[in-house]
């Protein structure tokens, strides 16, 4: 197993884990919430970037309306920064579907209308700096397979002409996945990790023949280690407020870091660190999975890219950490 092969994704060929690009957007704002990690130094962004090159990652997941397109910005000028050659095996994915004002960095709705696609497009492909995107995916704004089928549409002519090379879905309801199954698609992103997945994008993943692309690989930073009940992040973190996870909330966390401890000597086996044996229980969970953790300097960036030498966690260890974990309401579903 090596970073820079077996993970396939549609026709090609890429690392076994990637790089999420969420909190190398900075601050912005959706639904009048912070939905930033804070404060970020561009020059240190793409120097992380160039790390996890140098590391053997080939995947950079990125979504227009992270920072309010700044995250696709960074990512456009660490790619051009680097030799043709090399550019050329890096795999941009990116996402659709959220309005936004640069300037202002406020998120201000959805449109997944076919004018409202191919504008994002248009942005994406300015921002990153690039003729076409190479894994386009549908990050919100259709709820039913009726309007899936509208987005599949334009996304199938994007495809002809030359603007998208493959695309796939971030919303991870079934129904949808159905729909982009249809077409050509080649991916769906769910979020996975050791407290949890949904079992049912799995298996129908496995139908469409879709490779799954793991956000929440790490729990937003809580499977590395470095917060507990005194160290969490700052009020301003979106991860401090935010509907859809729970790892820092007030009454919340202690359950979370109970879990955690009683899964650490598992993760941590044969000399991992404990983030490498989250990422390492996801290659044992499904060969599907291609982990998209979060990273903001070169440090974490080469400390993930260093799990892969260390490959799956064994079959023991991870039917253990499932029964260990059994009570986590993210094991539920």
Not at 204 to 216: I, K, S, Y
Request: include cysteine; proline fraction near 5%; hydrophobic fraction near 40%.
């Amino acid at each position: 197993m090596t970073a820079t092969a077996g993970k396939r994704l549609g026709g090609r060929s890429t690392s076994a884990l990637g790089v999420g690009c969420w909190a190398i957007g900075g601050p912005w704002e959706y639904a009048g919430r912070p939905a930033g990690w804070g404060e970020v130094d561009d020059e240190v962004s793409i120097r992380m970037i160039h790390a996890a090159v140098d590391g053997g990652i080939r995947l950079l997941d990125t979504a227009d309306v992270y920072g309010a397109g700044h995250s696709e910005v960074v990512v456009g000028e660490a790619l051009r920064q680097l030799p043709a050659s090399v550019r050329g095996e890096v795999i941009v994915a990116t996402k659709f579907g959220n309005l936004f004002d640069e300037q202002t960095r406020v998120a201000t709705g959805q449109d997944v209308t076919p004018a409202g696609i191919r504008a994002a497009c248009e942005g994406s492909l300015r921002r990153l700096g690039v003729e076409a995107l190479d894994l386009y995916q549908m990050h919100g704004g259709a709820d039913t397979a009726a309007e899936a089928e509208d987005v599949v549409a334009t996304l199938e002519q994007l495809v002809a002409e030359g603007k998208v090379k493959d695309f796939g879905t971030s919303v991870d309801d079934p129904a949808i996945i159905a729909v982009f199954g249809k077409s050509t698609a080649i991916s769906v992103q769910s979020q996975l990790n050791v407290f949890g997945h949904n079992p049912e994008v799995l298996k129908a993943a496995h139908e469409q023949d879709f490779a799954v692309l793991a956000r929440t690989p790490l729990a937003m930073g809580l499977l590395t280690g470095k917060y507990d009940l005194s160290n969490r992040p700052s009020e301003s973190d979106v991860r401090r407020d935010t509907p859809w996870w729970t790892y820092f909330d007030d009454d919340a966390m202690a359950d979370w870091l109970r879990r955690l401890e009683a899964v650490r000597e598992l993760l941590t086996t044969d000399g991992r660190s404990l983030t490498q044996g989250a990422l390492a229980y996801l290659w044992a969970l499904d060969p599907v999975i291609i982990p998209l953790p979060g990273a903001r300097t070169p440090e974490q960036v080469t400390e993930h890219a260093a799990a892969v030498a260390f490959g799956p966690l064994a079959d023991s260890a991870r039917d253990e950490i499932d029964v260990l974990l059994a009570d986590s309401p993210e094991r539920s579903r």
